[in-house]
């Protein structure tokens, strides 16, 4: 592009362009993507930006604003505890109409599934590195095994121990 002959730097606008038309494709696509998905295009311009200027951005332009990616942060840090959609509106200073309406808009999904996505993500991850369904369901923050192990076998098709199973054999 013109501004690589010109020895220009990328201007803020096109990097937003370029990343709201990432953010519609992964929309398009059904995906939820997270924010350090975006991280390496970061990296990109802001190498492009060194070698061009001998200058680079103090940091990333973020795929979603502060209040999603705050939330995400504050589900995360926080995976293993009971959370509500009322304590994560507080800690990130909006209403929970505004926090769900925002989670909608950026991630196609409520906060509440999000939770439930994560947690259930987590407690996949766990039972891979060898923990056992019950220390995998609580420290995924679910408060019932047996909820857990339903909630689980209808996302996954199976049961968490027979997961476990599975991914040993892998």
């Known amino acids: 592009h013109d501004y690589l002959t010109a020895g220009g730097v990328f201007p803020e606008h096109l990097i937003q362009n370029f990343i709201k038309t990432k953010r519609k494709e992964c929309l398009d696509m059904a995906k939820i993507p997270h924010p350090a998905e975006f991280e390496k295009y970061f990296n990109f311009f802001k190498i492009i930006n060194l070698i061009q200027n001998g200058t680079a ?9 502060d209040i999603v990616v705050n939330a995400m942060a504050y589900i995360n840090d926080n995976l ?24 909608m808009r950026f991630l196609n999904v409520s906060p509440t599934s999000y939770i ?3 947690r259930l993500s987590n407690a996949a991850r766990l ?12 420290k995924s923050g679910f408060s019932n095994c047996s909820g857990f192990i339903s909630l689980f076998r209808k996302t996954y098709g199976q049961t968490p121990y027979a997961y476990k199973k599975t991914i040993k054999k892998i």
């Open 57 to 65: 951005p103090d940091r990333p332009v973020t795929l979603y604003p």
């Open 80 to 103: 293993s505890y009971p959370i509500s959609v009322s304590e994560i509106s507080k800690e990130v200073n909006v209403s929970i109409n505004t926090l769900e309406r925002y989670f």
């Open 116 to 118: 439930k996505k994560k």
């Open 127 to 138: 039972l891979s590195e060898g923990y056992s369904v019950t220390e995998a369901s609580e």
